[in-house]
């Protein structure tokens, strides 16, 4: 089945940037609508982004932008002008999808059935 792994995570200071990875196995991502959720310390999972197997994408945050490499089989969250608050754990996850024009998590993560490990995220100076 699809497997998932997160990358590129650390410890930046804030107003600076990052770019994490997310290695799909098993499948093609075209397959999938793939997300991005961080879990804040203390706060329930919260969904950042997404992109339809179809390519479209959706950004909740402004400050934050998805977008996917079909022939590595990768997708990408790239994070800008961070703060304090977006310390967490950063996990991908994917929803069996094919041929959708369009993502959403306005209905949250119970669509998502696979995920990866998570990696942490620290915004620190």
């Known amino acids: 089945q699809l497997q998932l792994m997160e990358s590129g995570g650390g410890l930046v200071q804030p107003g600076g940037s990052l770019r994490l990875s997310c290695a799909a196995s098993?499948?093609?991502?075209?397959?999938?609508?793939i997300a991005w959720f961080r879990q804040v310390p203390g706060k329930e999972r919260e969904g950042i982004s997404c992109i339809s197997s179809s390519g479209l994408n959706r950004n909740y945050d402004g400050r934050f932008t998805i977008s996917r490499d079909t022939a590595k089989k990768t997708v990408y969250l790239r994070m800008n002008s961070l703060n304090y608050e977006d310390t967490a754990v950063y996990y991908c996850?994917?929803?069996?999808?094919?041929?959708?024009?369009?993502?959403?998590?306005?209905?949250?993560?119970?669509?998502?059935?696979?995920w990866g490990q998570g990696i942490q995220v620290t915004v620190s100076s």
């Open positions: 098993g499948s093609t991502l075209e397959h999938y609508n």
């Open positions: 996850a994917a929803d069996w999808s094919p041929l959708a024009t369009f993502c959403t998590l306005l209905s949250g993560h119970g669509r998502y059935k696979f």
